[in-house]
């Protein structure tokens, strides 16, 4: 009854097909019609990406519930976006070509707002972007903020990560990827951000301005830290906690151009000696400083990328910047300065041959330039969504 | 209640091909003229920042084919004639492809569209993709055809997403599901 | 342990405060600094609304899961939004002075975007925007559809409630408010939208062209209907779904204009003899038609306000208008024509003694219009949210 | 892990209030210009459609005190001069109150702004209100004495929704909790 309804609602609506070879008055530069296409059809991503493609976070003001991440070919002329893979809620996210895998550490409620909380890791496949499995977090604590990439790492061969908790105590959860459980958790008091450090351990930012590392045991847990005093001046010269990483080696640049290295290969936080200033320039009022969300990017090898505002005083580091100086880790030097054609928040470069710097504007607009001469090559429009602040090579 | 879910993956090419009401073919012919640009709905309009929806910045995506003429990334892509939507063509996916990630719905609704180079009226079945939030691109409203919610395959205000595992909308495709009996002239 | 070293971090940052009675280098003019102010404070709203208050259906195209309702002050000079009530995913919402409640009706899954579905139906407080309790509707088969009023609607002197169901099956849940339960569920095969119809029941427009008229006993079960043959002509001459009350009358507006009254007041419906047309004007390619999501509105009295689209053509019905007609129901006559300052989407007006005309334009925009004079009165920037498209006077 | 929800709760002012670190005050004091007109963060700009954030059409909102001067609506309003996010102003709440059906975070970050009119420096609590998704208007972002999150109380970019029912946030205050001892000329 009810079916026969539907059949007859649906008939006199009165669409009528022919086979699509029927003789139609087309114009005779078409004898055929166009094939009938196959439902259901969904695209799928290489297993492997071309290192042309980026990640690229959309905090998503609007609704920061529903934050994304656009899988981004940054070579299309066309059809830049690749997919979108679900990041709610000041979310994070993992890529691991190694693993053929995407994670995002997010937060969820039963009633959208309200409700039951459920903090998880979704593990997506690369290929489909399809799920693969999840990893509850218990105890409501993961850490939630506009997103930096230090919250959510991987260590120990990519087979654990690291999970950043926040209630304001700080802790750091470590997950088996494998095994998809939460196998331990590391106190983390006064301290925050992680950086993968030796072969199974990490390493923090504290209060004080000293390094925290801690090295893990095969069960998770803790079995030595070690404080590093002194590396960074908080009041007066704090590091963007968002570093461009060469290997093991991060690139860090403070509030106000600072360039500090400090090695993560041992067990132990190596600071390492020769910081320098990215230097200055005329046109600035009162003076340039790095600006923005995502601030200092890589080539993989001497050139360091660093994103300048030309409006740099105290309170100015998140303001965006409007050109990409270059510099010289070898020679100390900058070497280029390429201006942008928008105020910027986020660059990275990507891992090509010729390596493209990628630039999220500020009004959603993502550019790409050639990271060897600046030139300009491509808009990608809002290939980043609505509020695109971080920018992933992987 | 009946279990109409499964049932529904048969309707699509099934019900369209089953039935042959000429007279609304007709006057769906009639009302059509794919080569014109469309105007689209003001909240496409506003959130695509382009005064037919669907630009904000995307290059333009052909077909290649000379017979499938026009920009898959406009709103006045002769197929979208009857859509409501994100464009999956900017989304990861293309004109008859949902994107990765996504679960294309088996049952939606239908337009017929006159393809400007070939001059025949194709049935297109716009299927929407399904269980990632929505795309944010390429925002299209066009309503050639489309009748109130009386009359469910005519209508493009239903969330389509149905017996998908997830409801969540996505963006929607344009698919070539056939050539209407009576082509329009 | 953990404590100790929490207060270290925060004492680090060194906020000194002193009492704000302290004496302190400001100007004379100002002895005594600004008070302290609580800590926590929530803003309450009044149990009875102002009649210049109106609901605004932000549908929120770029995160649909995220949808909201602004409770909006159209009289407001500033701080036009009062509040913000939740509408996810497809919602449904509505408004019960007497109740003094506001009901939602959504759906949620629970990883935001997949996993298990809960299709609910919850109710607000008005005074305090809190939730008051919830009413959970299994099977997973709510309508999802852009909003329409008729989705969603009172019956039974507003004890109870009915939603629309769509899988494409039809039906309508009728939910008892006050036990929270749903009670029974009325198939509805071929037919959509709901219209509260007498003291317990409803009717629906059918595929046909016909009403369908269904009584309800007091355990919510059908126990009569009727079907009115032929009252429209879905092919040519289509009425839009959501019609403007005055009281148990609703006034529909076709997709070309036409008007025609249909009774709820008793068991069946009953359309009202005299159909007449919004009529035509210069000016228009090719001719005005009313066209946006929400376009015809009363004051109550003999005044229809219908949004008319100067492009009017097939499928020109969502294209959204740039003149709100006026029309005298008593001599079926047009009396005014109220030019708008931009594309508009819904109108509506509020039921104050000197109603205000609302209108939620294309770009997001609300102005508020002097319904007699059809003066623009002032706007509301976007208290409407992101997508305003359904304006709600309760 | 210890139990750290209910402890926090008496944090905002008794931690505040137990400290006197004043060479970090002076250090703030000596960097804050009331007056001045402030940038925002880009995605600030872009969003409200004003250059320096936080317009978007919203009518100027005043306090009606003279000794509280400015615009609550605007960035650019003293007392939101480390501030991140919706000003709960545009979103049902006021400078110092929660929206309707929403629930103040009891705990939060702290800035401490000049008051152009009495020329005091105020420490500021930037309580979020929670529950209600992104209000959506007027989005701010300034960073006077901002500092990286080793710092949690000097840091805007955690979501401060602790400690509440629900972690969603809808928008941000900024509350008025104090005069700094040391007051920058």
Known sequence: ?394 | MANFDKWTERLTRGIARGTSRRSTLAWLGATITGAAVFPVLPVARAASGSPHGGGGGHAPISSGNPQDPGDQASCDYWRYCAIDGFLCSCCGGSVSTCPPGTEMSPITWIGTCTNPADNRAYVISYNDCCGVSSCGQCLCNRNEGDRPQVRPQSNNDYNWCLGTESSIYNCSTAVIVGVALDAPK
Chains 1, 3 share one sequence.
């Open chain 1, 1 to 394: 009854m009810r079916l026969f309804a539907l059949v007859m609602a649906l008939s006199m609506a009165g669409t009528a097909l022919s086979s699509a070879a029927a003789a139609a008055p087309g114009k005779p530069a078409f004898p055929k019609a166009l094939p009938e296409e196959p439902i259901p059809a969904v695209a799928a991503l290489p297993a492997q990406w071309p290192a042309s493609w980026v990640l690229i976070h959309d905090f998503h003001f609007n609704a920061i519930l529903d934050g994304r991440v656009y899988v981004v070919d940054t070579a299309a002329t066309d059809r830049p976006i690749k997919g979108i893979v679900r990041a709610a809620q000041f979310a994070n996210m993992l890529v691991s070509p190694r693993r053929g895998e995407v994670l995002t550490s997010e937060t969820f409620y039963s009633r959208l707002t309200r409700g039951e909380r459920t903090d998880a890791v979704t593990i997506w496949d690369m290929a489909t972007l399809q799920p693969k499995g999840e990893i509850v977090l218990p105890g409501g604590k993961r850490q939630q903020s506009v997103t930096y990439p230090q919250l959510f790492q991987f260590t120990n061969a990519e087979k654990w990560a690291l999970v950043a908790n926040f209630t304001p105590a700080q802790s750091v959860s470590v997950l088996d990827l494998d095994s998809r459980k939460v196998i331990s958790e590391i106190d983390l008091p006064g301290c925050a951000q992680i950086y993968p450090t030796g072969a199974r351990g990490f390493t923090s930012l504290c209060a004080d301005g000293s390094l925290f590392s801690v090295k893990l045991g095969p069960d998770g847990q803790a079995i030595s830290s070690k404080t590093i005093e002194k590396v960074q001046d908080i009041d007066n010269q704090p590091l963007f906690s968002t570093p461009a990483w060469v290997g093991t080696t991060a690139w860090f640049v403070s509030f106000r151009g600072q360039i500090q290295a400090i090695d993560f290969s041992g067990d132990v936080a190596r600071p390492l000696p020769g910081s320098f200033n990215v230097g200055t320039a005329d046109g600035a009022a009162p003076e340039w400083r790095p600006g923005g969300w995502q601030v200092i990017a890589t080539d993989g090898a001497d050139k360091l990328y660093v994103l300048m505002s030309p409006n740099g005083r105290e309170g100015s580091h998140k303001d965006g910047g409007t050109e990409v100086w270059v510099i010289d880790t070898k020679t100390k030097a900058r070497v280029a300065r390429i201006p942008l054609r928008s105020v910027a928040t986020a660059i990275s470069l990507t891992k090509e041959a010729a390596p493209r710097l990628i630039v999220a504007r500020g009004d959603g607009e993502v550019d790409v330039h050639d990271a060897a001469t600046g030139a300009f090559v491509r808009s990608l429009g809002n290939a980043g969504g609505a509020n695109p602040i971080l920018i992933t090579a992987p």
